[in-house]
């Protein structure tokens, strides 16, 4: 059973940079075929994807973001990580990894969630 | 980008219900669409891929049909549980875009 858990900080400055992480338990982030998603939920509102890194570290974003998200893994850690730059306060969210499997296209694990403020 | 329309927004409905939620794509997506039911404080969970394919653990009240532009999401008898927001996901093309929500309510 393959478990995802995220964290980071609960509360970021606008401008400054948010850095979260995911740690996989129960299956390899290296494993064929698997797929590591950032999707974030502001707070009332409906699902963003923000992209993916791929088993072979393959990256794709979504391009409606621009370029301020960047997502990275460790694989020695089992980890991976979206990093935000300049945040604003419509970056204010519950921000979610998940894992897809074969294409891409359905993430079906997920973690809990972390609620990232975004707050001067 | 493909957009996700779903509808209603809201319904209200008591247990023992068939309740009936209906998501439209911008173009079409073939059977590249998923069904997920999030609670409260929760993450989304996965019910339905490729419009039909019910993902494993899932009752099988909850069924997926469609193809192309326009899909269903059906509760046959609504439970306790059920009461819950629903969002389809387009996995025609990236960025995986979403529905903006149905919320299931009791009535």
């Known amino acids: 059973q393959v478990q995802l858990q995220e964290s980071g900080p609960g509360l970021v400055k606008p401008s400054q940079t948010l850095s979260l992480t995911c740690t996989v338990s129960?299956?390899?982030?290296?494993?064929?075929?698997?797929?590591w998603s950032w999707i974030r939920q502001p707070p009332g509102k409906g699902l963003e994807w923000i992209g993916y890194?791929?088993?072979?570290?393959?990256?794709y974003y979504n391009p409606s973001l621009k370029s301020r998200f960047t997502i990275s893994a460790d694989t020695s850690k089992n980890q991976f990580s979206l990093k935000v730059s300049s945040v604003n306060v419509a970056d204010t969210a519950v921000y979610y990894c998940?894992?897809?499997?074969?294409?891409?296209?359905?993430?079906?694990?997920w973690g809990q969630g972390t609620l990232v403020t975004v707050s001067s | 980008d493909i957009q996700m329309t779903q509808s209603p927004s809201s319904v209200s409905a008591s247990v023992g219900d068939r309740v009936i939620i209906t998501c439209r794509a911008s173009?079409?997506?073939?059977?590249?669409l998923a069904w997920y039911q999030q609670k409260p404080g929760k993450a989304p969970k996965l019910l339905i891929y490729?419009?039909?394919s019910l993902q494993s653990g899932v009752p099988s009240r909850f069924s997926g049909s469609g193809s192309g532009t326009d899909f269903t999401l059906t509760i046959s008898s609504l439970q306790p549980e059920d009461f819950a927001t629903y969002y389809c996901?387009?996995?025609?093309?990236?960025?995986?875009?979403f529905g903006g929500g149905t919320r299931v309510e009791i009535k």
């Open positions: 998940a894992r897809s499997y074969g294409s891409g296209s359905y993430p079906d694990y």
């Open positions: 129960g299956g390899s982030i290296s494993s064929r075929d698997s797929y």
């Open positions: 890194i791929s088993y072979s570290g393959k990256t």
């Open positions: 173009q079409g997506i073939s059977s590249w």
């Open positions: 490729a419009a039909s």
């Open positions: 996901q387009q996995a025609n093309s990236f960025p995986l875009t």
